[in-house]
């Protein structure tokens, strides 16, 4: 599949200038198919974690937003046992100036700010509203199971 | 009859009724099931539709001197009542300029300086980056291939801008379609929330490689949009007809008989579009409907997990997702 000039230069922005923490690679064989990853930030209970992600660009992009998903297993009220992610810029808030990195950024922030009032995983949210400090710790211990290694 | 219609000027002409609303006259023949008194609505054809609401925005625009497109906004966010909108522009204009969209609302991002009214833009630098297709534009052919909506500033070029509303237009909107931009709010990227004026996504659809087809969908959802978002208007649910009613100030939705008949002659119930149903209410004829249409099961299962779109009555079931879907 042929890839606009503008996704060459974003994937070319990357790799020339990568944002602290947030790496993005395009496949060889699909360069509309990223493998990304996303270290756990400081202050978070994802401290010290790898996370991997899939970023695929749909044929429409930067009109439609891409598709990403965490690969690895995460504790997070707004993101499912899938991986899905609900952020309000990947549907209804979409814009074609938004980027991938910028995309990046703002999953980078969700995972230091959970947003329990906007849930995707009900159980997780629940257990954030109930008793905070516990579902850090649930979310610390599987940082430390799944995310390093 | 006791509604509260206008007939000084006009003698009517039928037979069985005291309606003299223009567009009721000139079908006389009233026959079938249709009990609820013509007074009480109003038929309308697809012309009918273009004109009041030209008619609205002309009221808007008196009243606010604000452009055309703007005045749209502005109905199209107060449900299409010339009240409401009268009513907040007196009391509150900076709430109900930010409720349809006019004013930014946060700080735009990769804006430039802008002058000059909606679509034309004067450049202060040498060179500006479309922020969509990221490709660079000298000072000259920016002034000629790019484009700001009004309000925020953002400029694009008009490929893009292009590319944006087609888009838009095939997922279904059109009044309410945002700028291509992004902007900070709380601290968090967005898009950006200014909505774009009629007159700026028809000229780039026309001018800038737009297709003729996405021009005349976006019109007609325009058309759609007044009667979807205006209460007291419904299509016709007749297949193929291009019919509407609007019932007036004196429609009872609680009456007895609730059927209107449109100008082709079809009569349905102003409120559940479905067949004229006195003495039985709406909600018997949908349960009624669900109880033959389908099994039991079918139907037991449809009270049990479905719940009625408030807007449309379709009944849908969430297997998912978050509130954003």
Not at chain 2, 178 to 196: M, P, Q, Y
């Amino acid at each position: 599949m042929a890839v606009s000039s503008r996704i060459q230069k974003e994937t070319q922005r990357m790799l020339q200038k990568p944002d602290p923490g947030i790496s993005a690679t395009p496949h060889e064989d699909n360069l509309r198919y990223f493998n990304v990853i996303i270290a756990g930030p400081q202050d978070s209970a994802y401290d010290g974690g790898v996370y991997k992600l899939e970023l695929f660009l749909p044929e429409e992009y930067p009109m439609t937003p891409p598709k990403v998903r965490f690969l690895t297993k995460i504790y997070h009220p707004n993101v499912d046992r899938l991986g899905r992610i609900c952020l309000d810029i990947l549907k209804d808030k979409w814009s074609p100036a938004l980027q991938i990195r910028t995309v990046l950024i703002s999953i980078q922030a969700l995972m230091s700010a959970p947003n329990p009032d906007d849930p995707l995983n009900n159980e997780a949210a629940e257990h954030w509203k109930r008793n905070e400090k516990e579902a850090l710790d649930m979310a610390k211990s599987w940082n430390r199971q799944y995310a390093m290694n | 009859m006791s509604c509260n219609v206008d007939d000084s000027d006009e003698i009517f002409d039928d037979d069985d009724d005291d309606c003299s609303m223009e567009v009721c006259t000139k079908d006389s023949h009233h026959s079938g099931p249709s009990n609820m008194p013509e007074s009480c609505y109003v038929k309308l054809t697809a012309d009918d539709i273009v004109k009041e609401q030209r008619k609205l925005i002309q009221n808007v625009v008196e009243l606010t001197k604000l452009p055309g497109h703007t005045a749209r906004q502005l109905l199209q966010e107060m449900k299409w009542s010339f009240e409401n909108v009268a009513v907040l522009y007196y009391d509150d204009q900076d709430k109900l300029f930010a409720k349809a969209g006019i004013s930014v609302n946060g700080e735009a991002i990769d804006a430039v300086a802008v002058r000059g009214s909606s679509g034309s833009f004067v450049l202060d630098q040498q060179t500006i980056t479309c922020q969509v297709c990221l490709e660079d534009f000298e000072r000259e052919e920016a002034e000629k291939g790019m484009s700001t909506a009004s309000g925020c500033g953002h400029v694009f070029c008009n490929a893009c801008w292009v590319r944006h509303i087609t888009t838009q237009v095939k997922e279904g909107q059109a009044a309410r379609i945002s700028c291509a931009g992004e902007t900070f709010v709380e601290g968090k990227r967005r898009r950006c929330n200014i909505i774009l004026d009629e007159c700026f996504v028809e000229e780039l659809l026309r001018g800038s490689g737009g297709s003729a087809e996405i021009l005349k969908k976006y019109q007609t959802r325009l058309i759609d949009s007044y009667v979807n978002n205006n209460p007291t208007i419904k299509w016709c649910p007749a297949t193929d007809c291009t019919n509407a009613i609007r019932v007036t100030d004196s429609f009872d939705p609680s009456s007895f008989d609730t059927s209107v008949e449109c100008s082709d002659g079809h009569v349905w119930c102003f409120n559940c579009l479905d067949e004229p149903h006195a003495p039985a209410e709406c909600s018997n004829v949908k349960e009624w409907r669900k109880k033959c249409q389908e099994d039991s099961a079918t139907s037991n299962w449809l009270v049990a997990y479905t719940k009625d779109c408030p807007n449309c009555k379709v009944a849908i079931n969430k297997d998912g997702g978050c509130n954003h879907m």
